[in-house]
């Protein structure tokens, strides 16, 4: 087991730091901001910092804005990377959200090993060449796989052995995540960012059956990440089972939307039932 360096009290520009992290999350994601308040402190903080840090590099690559070239994207993406490392190695950053998630990296044992890969998915969002089988897998691994350990830092507090024994199913509960988002977003990709995730697969032509394949390949992940997620900490359980099951609601829908409506709409789980959802992990939700 690893041993963390004491925690010192936080200055007000660190408060500021992880509240604006804390904001950005919140005027992206409702779903994400209920998952959240399922964790205990300091677990809830940590991973609001990490997936802060996720969104804002998303958003350099994602928004639809035409103003913004390939090139200049390419560059705020390398500005924010090399923000990020340097950060990892100070544990400041005049950039409120880098500054909190090197907070949670200097706490929570993360480092370039997780990060490098992330910023080599972002940055190849921005390559219009479409994927095979091997660059997708490159692709899932940097842009949610990692992104999964980075939590399972926090969750497992500087817990070596308990982060290998689990990382496998981190690893596949963020591919999964990943998966349902693709097949979710097929039509927005493609008529927004011009992409095609999906090797082989041309989203103007998806059919029924190709929306099964990939259905049952996120399902195979969810169930490998379900075993994973009974032995976290409770401290992290209930918000992660909560998000895993809204996942999990979200693949049962789309597998029962014909892929001609998927080709032209988002698929998305009913307020209501996210409320349920949420609700019983609120109130229990541990097996």
Known sequence: MTISPPTL???????????????????????????????????????????????????????????????????????????????????????????????????????????????????????????????????????????????????????????????????????AFQKVNFLRDLAEDRDLLARAYFPGIDPAQLTDDQRDAICDDIDADLQVAADAIAELPLSSRRGVRAAHDLYARLNRRLRATPATRIRHERVRVPNAEKALIFAHGLLGGLR
């Open 9 to 175: 009290p936080l200055g007000r520009y660190d408060t500021v730091a992880r509240a604006a992290a804390a904001q950005v999350i919140s005027g992206y994601s409702t779903s994400f901001g209920w998952a959240c308040r399922l964790l205990a402190e300091p677990v809830r903080t940590h991973v609001r910092s990490i997936y802060a840090l996720v969104r804002v590099a998303d958003e350099l690559v994602d928004d639809p804005d035409p103003a913004l070239s390939r090139h200049l994207r390419a560059e705020l993406l390398d500005g924010l990377e090399r923000d990020t490392n340097a950060a990892l190695r100070s544990g400041r950053s005049s950039n409120l959200v880098v500054h909190a998630f090197a907070l949670t990296a200097r706490q929570c044992h993360i480092d370039a090993e997780l990060t490098a890969p992330f910023f080599a998915s972002m940055r190849r969002d921005l390559i219009p060449d479409n994927h095979t089988d091997a660059s997708l897998a490159r692709y899932i691994h940097g842009s949610a796989e990692v992104v999964g350990l980075m939590c399972l830092r926090a969750f497992v507090a500087g817990d070596d052995q308990a982060y290998e024994r689990l990382r496998p199913g981190a690893q596949r509960l963020g591919a």
